[in-house]
């Protein structure tokens, strides 16, 4: 919007531009032309004056003023007699026969010849004929120069005078002219567009307020408000979307807070039903009875696991914390030795690479970090066959930015499954498709994004899956900051994803 105020503003400038200077400019040349046109013309006829006086006094007095002429101005002058001859003491001209020396001399027409439809060419040629002049010598010695053009008038041709006048000097003022005007127009254009850019800024100010209050709004941030500013129009606007926001960011509030509050308020009666199971299932000696038992209590351990699941995600959601600087390197290790109990019950290793730097910090809120490897540990396990490898990568991608990435040696997945592995309480087809609750990975997403780094899913290399997770580094490390770690993997509430 702001690039068409210009554009528009500086078209208007333009048009306004054009429409004051280029008539002037072609006036100015107009001007130019008549009046070099007039000057030759009256030099001409001087000569002719001269020619028509017809005694040798009188032609040593044109031979000296044509080259006076040629000497002071970038004009030629030829001179021919009636008859096609030479007029002594002046040369014969190249082409005493053209059309301009017939029309003067046959005609008695005087001619201008620009050499050019388009403005002129590089010379102007003026011819004009020379009339005889019977005038007694006391009625010479007192006529002006009225009485002798009239007497010219009528008086027979004897000659014909032609002044070629070059035009450079004509085409330097008038790109002169034309120049000046157009760096005249090329700065005002800038100052316009100068202004323009400031006055289009101003006025769209409040509309990029809006814009950036929208753009946070879209990822997530319910928070944000536009200032009430502008004109009364978008004042109006701005009102109403921050009306807007205000209560929608209560809704949803009041939606995570039931959320949590519901979850908190299951955990309590699931735990004491699966308690009541599993003592039932101590004292039933009867097969399918305990066969039923088992099913009953497995499918409240599958939802206790969905109820940690959604209470995990409602807090992250709460975006209650800011991100702190964590010792990545210290808080991964710290999380694998919790992890590598439950590996060698089934003989699978985690294995901790990388290049990245043990002082390096990154930010994340507290406790937020550990979720995430619970998550993601926890979904390797369980896709990892007996003996398997996990492998934990630290490196540090670019300046301000360090990639954790876990490869586990798995069934993976197709790329249509890895496009919706981070939807809510999608399961895929996998080992954890069974047992999982779905919203492992939608936490690991959330939880991610929320201390400003990004995850992803790929191809391990030799087959498997890699998560890949882009973390933002704090430039500035500190002391590291404590993490709420949970003491083991059950107790972290991170079961698996539900690929």
Known sequence: M????????????????????????????????G?????????????????????????????????????ETPGTVEVVAADGAAVPPLP???????????????????TADWGSTLVWGPELVVTVPAHARAIRPDAAARADQATRADAADKGPVVGAVRIRYATADLSDRLWRIWGFRAVLAVGVLAVAAGLGTIVARLLTKPLRLLNDMASRFSDGDLT?????????????????????????????????????????????????????????????????????????????????????GLLVLARAEAKVSAPEPLA?????????????????????????????????????????????????????????????????????ATGDEVVLEV??????????????????????????GRSGSGLGLAIVKQLVTDDGGAVALRDAPGGGLAVRIGLRTDTRPGPRQASQRPAGPRASGARPAGF
């Open 2 to 33: 702001i690039r068409r105020l210009i554009v528009s503003y500086v078209l208007l400038v333009g048009v306004a531009l054009a429409a004051f200077t280029v008539p002037v400019a072609f006036t100015l040349t107009a001007q130019l032309r």
């Open 35 to 71: 009046d070099t046109e007039e000057s030759v013309r009256r030099e001409a006829t001087t000569m002719a004056l001269l020619l028509g006086d017809g005694d040798a006094p009188a032609r040593q007095a044109l031979a000296r003023v044509a080259g006076a002429y040629a000497d």
């Open 407 to 432: 490869l586990d040696q798995g069934p993976g997945m197709s790329a249509a499954e890895q496009s919706r592995a981070f939807d809510r309480f999608w399961r895929g087809q996998g080992l954890t």
């Open 328 to 396: 990545l390197r210290e808080l991964v290790e710290a999380r694998l030795s919790v992890w590598r109990p439950a590996a060698d019950e089934r003989g699978v290793t985690i294995a901790l690479t990388g290049d990245a730097d043990e002082r390096l910090h990154v930010l994340a809120g507290p406790g937020n970090l550990d979720q995430v490897l619970d998550n993601v540990l926890s979904n390797a396990l369980e896709v990892s066959p007996d003996g398997a490898t996990i492998t934990v990568r630290l490196e540090t």
């Open 224 to 308: 944000a408000r536009s200032p009430v500013t502008g004109p009364q129009e978008t004042q109006t606007l701005a009102r109403t979307l921050n009306q807007g926001a205000e209560r929608l960011d209560t809704l949803v509030a009041s939606q995570r807070i039931f959320v949590a509050d519901a979850s908190h308020q299951l955990r309590t009666p699931l735990t004491a039903l699966r308690l009541s199971l599993d003592n039932i299932a101590d004292g039933v000696d009867d097969e399918f009875v305990r066969e039923d038992v088992e099913q009953a209590t497995a499918e409240v351990v599958r939802m206790s696991r969905l109820v940690s």
């Open 92 to 110: 014969l001209p190249a082409h005493p026969g053209d059309r301009a020396f017939a029309a003067a001399l046959r005609d008695g027409r005087s």
